[in-house]
């Protein structure tokens, strides 16, 4: 999986080019986020721009990072696609993580 | 009470095209579980649905999981739409608790209310089921089809399969682990009247049957539709005399 990382400050952005965040990617994309959180960036930002597709497997990468993180650190997503969102909402998880337009919307609201 | 290794309560929860509920049932249904001193398990039986409702159910359990510590619930999938009956007679048949709780996706009786069936459960109780028609119960007015419905299909089961029960379709009904499993190898009928088939194997075989007062909200999104499903109702108390014809009693 092709990632694209970013860093602003402690701030990581974190752009994985798939179309599909489901059970086939979800293993590694987690493993990549969860190396960020390893060396001490808890601060992430997540830009599914390319991801039009995401499945439990996938919310489940973004949830476990979300744990690791702890309360000193956080996960926001940016640059959602409407299925994603459509899974945000149905599982409820929009209340718990923050989405925003663009990358530069959420960098700015860390 | 309970041993604490064993389970001790089973919550059984058919779904079927769920995805814009189940999430709110099942973090509730967690929450309080995770609250009581018992081992319990929750097991969904999704009806083949054509949504995302087994996606949602994966996803909750690994947030419960991840970030509270909850144990995750049993998800069992039919491969095409079934019927609600089949749906919880698979799912009784996989609860391993002392007592089986089958409620509605919807919720319209709160999962607290098992507080008032459990110690009738454990004084040796085999069926405890919810009911509405009782004078403690607490109801929300319910649309005056679906009242009528609800009555006239009672006098109907009163009448033709087993007397003495106020209510036969309220979806909160709890059973002794080997009672409910005796019951669900046993149905036959898989469609709405299962609750009725249910009471009737129960009545048939022997077991205690109580009926508890209960909340119950009426929730939006009701699949019911009045004339067609009053007819077919009918016919299927007409058929669980039928097929269970011959039955012994087991206790």
Known sequence: MEVVMQEYGDIVSFKPNVSRLDASQAVEFKDNLLQQVTVGKIRLLLNLSEVTFIDSSGLGAIISALRRVGVKGDVKLCCVADQVMEMLRLTRLDKVLEVFDSEETGIANF | ?251
């Open chain 2, 1 to 251: 009470m309970a041993n604490q290794d064993a389970i001790y309560l089973s919550v059984v929860i058919p779904a079927y095209n769920e995805q814009e509920r189940i999430a709110d049932t099942l973090y509730r249904v967690k929450g309080y579980l995770s609250e009581q001193d018992y081992k319990s398990e929750i097991i969904i039986v999704d009806d083949g649905s054509g949504d995302l409702t087994t996606e949602v159910v994966k996803t909750i359990d690994i947030y419960g999981e991840e970030m509270k510590n909850q144990k995750v619930s049993t998800i069992m999938e039919n491969v095409k739409n079934v019927g609600k009956g089949f749906s919880v007679a698979r799912g009784i048949i996989k609860a391993q608790g002392d007592y089986i709780l089958f409620s509605d996706a919807d919720l319209s009786t709160p999962i607290e209310e098992i507080e008032k069936f459990l110690p009738v459960l454990e004084s040796g109780c085999d069926v405890v089921i919810g009911s509405r028609r009782l004078t403690e119960s607490e109801v929300e007015k319910k649309p005056f089809y679906r009242d009528l419905m609800s009555a006239t299909f009672n006098a109907v089961v009163s009448l033709f399969a087993i007397s003495g029960i106020r209510d036969t379709q309220c979806g909160f009904k709890a059973f002794r682990r080997e009672v409910g499993h005796d019951i669900a190898k046993r149905q036959r009928l898989f469609g709405f009247s299962f609750d009725v088939e249910q009471l009737y194997l129960a009545n048939r075989l022997g077991y205690d049957i109580k009926e508890l007062p209960v909340k119950w909200q009426h929730m939006e999104g009701s699949t019911v539709s009045p004339i067609k499903d009053a007819i077919k109702m009918f016919a299927d108390v007409m058929r669980i005399r039928l097929v269970h014809r011959g039955l012994t009693r087991q206790k």
